[in-house]
Nanobody, 127 residues
Framework: QLQVGESGGHLVQPGGSLRLSCVTSRGISDTIASGWFRQAPGKEREGVSC????????NYATSVKGRFTISRDTAKNTPYLQMNDLKPEDTGVYHC????????????????????WGEGTQVPVSS
């Protein structure tokens, strides 16, 4: 079973930047889509950004478009997430996820019994 871990989250002021990283217990095939989801307090987990194989599609949630950038560790096919101009509404636990589906241009979807994710890294955005 794939194990996933996230790092890079910490308290940041509005307007600040963070870069999140993802590690896995083994390399992931570049045929498998991966990305980042987040869960705000009291809300359901939502897709933030996800990507298919190298040179393939990239999706961003409307709320983060133009501020967040997803990229890839080509050695392990794991995603990074560069987050700029952070807002209080970006606060949440951010999860790296592998084995997801891209839908349309702004949606990332988990697949039951196929998607793996870690425990997440906390990103509090507050002054």
């Amino acid at each position: 079973q794939l194990q996933v871990g996230e790092s890079g989250g910490h308290l940041v002021q509005p307007g600040g930047s963070l870069r999140l990283s993802c590690v896995t217990s083994r390399g992931i095939s570049d045929t498998i889509a991966s990305g980042w989801f987040r869960q705000a307090p009291g809300k359901e987990r939502e897709g933030v950004s996800c990507m298919s194989g190298p040179g393939g599609h990239i999706n961003y949630a409307t709320s983060v478009k133009g501020r967040f950038t997803i990229s890839r560790d080509t050695a392990k096919n794991t995603p990074y997430l560069q987050m700029n101009d952070l807002k209080p509404e970006d606060t949440g636990v951010y999860h790296c996820e592998s084995g997801i589906v891209l839908r349309g241009e702004d949606t990332c979807v988990e697949v039951e019994d196929f998607t793996y994710w870690g425990e997440g890294t906390q990103v509090p955005v507050s002054s």
